[in-house]
């Protein structure tokens, strides 16, 4: 197992370059990274939800993910998503991105319309983390097998490969009750784009959600703004990061999370259909509340 005990601060969700066929455009990955990395950001993940990593077939999200380390130099870990239905799928994907340099995968629970019983899910990413021999973060976030605080505590201390948790959904509560419980060896990450202010002061080790890739520098600047008990610059920054949040459909997140970083220098990628591009009322919305976050 690689050392993930420092893990922490911004890891956020790159999105994934598309061309207007919906082929994965690899020369556009780099400059996003370099973005990024510049902006402080304290780790990376690809092939996330934000990343549409769900419509990777398995080759593009391996050379997705080849991509994204070689170009961060190990100026940070890299974190690579996995959205799969299935423990055999998850250990194959897995087992293919062993000698890319992955710091760690970030795994969601099975999400078709089934749902496994507790012991079936801690076996699940038991049988993927000794498989694999990557630590694992837990990416709560499937509605219909949303795991509890107490499966997921369960599932950390029984897995020893299970390091942590990127809790999601706005549900402040369970992120507390998993701070609460969690060991020093966990760590626990919170996806509430919306309550980040409040999730780094209730004390989660960092963020990977959509607003961090968005827009990375502010966050970077609320969770140094937290660190240091500046709390009049760290409220500024969450009011003004709520305001960006509202004007974003979350239905259409990558698409939404792709124009705001294009407003800020990178190029205007596709998204995946039946995805679409922001419509133009929508844009005039995200460039009114990015102005005035980064005014």
């Not at 801690?122 to 694999?132: C, D, K, L, P, S």
């Not at 369960?154 to 507390?176: C, N, T, W, Y």
């Amino acid at each position: 197992m690689k050392n993930t005990s420092l893990f922490g601060g911004i890891f956020p969700p790159m999105t994934t370059p598309f061309d207007t066929a919906g082929e994965l455009i690899e020369r556009a990955i780099a400059p996003q990274v370099d973005w990024m990395i510049a902006c402080g950001v304290h780790g990376l993940v690809a092939g996330g939800s934000t990343g549409e990593g769900h419509t990777l077939t398995a080759d593009e999200h391996r050379n997705l993910l080849a991509a994204v380390v070689g170009a961060a130099h190990e100026q940070v870990p890299v974190v690579a998503g996995l959205i799969v239905n299935s423990t055999r799928e998850a250990v194959e994907r897995g087992k293919r991105l062993r000698d890319t340099g992955v710091a760690a995968l970030q795994v969601t629970p099975v999400h078709y319309l089934f749902k496994p019983d507790a012991d079936a899910t801690v076996h699940h990413f038991r049988t993927i983390a000794e498989a694999v021999g990557l630590p694992i973060l837990i990416y709560n976030v499937i509605p219909w097998n949303y795991l509890s605080p107490a499966l997921m505590l369960r599932i950390m201390h029984e897995v020893p490969g299970v390091i942590g948790i990127k809790q999601s959904s706005g549900d402040l509560k369970s992120l507390s009750d998993l701070l609460n419980g969690a060991d020093t060896r966990n760590r626990i990450f919170t996806a509430i784009d919306a309550l980040l202010y409040s999730s780094y002061s209730l004390g989660a080790h960092g963020s990977i959600c959509a607003i961090d890739s968005a827009v990375p520098g502010v966050t970077v600047k609320l969770w140094q703004a937290v660190k240091r008990g500046d709390h009049a610059t760290a409220l500024r920054l969450h009011r003004g990061l709520n305001t960006l949040w509202n004007a974003m459909t979350h239905e259409n997140l990558p698409a939404c999370v792709k124009f705001t970083q294009s407003l800020q220098g990178l190029p205007l990628h596709e998204v995946r259909a039946p995805m679409h591009a922001v419509p133009l009322a929508q844009r005039q919305a995200i460039e009114t509340a990015l102005a005035a976050l980064l005014g």
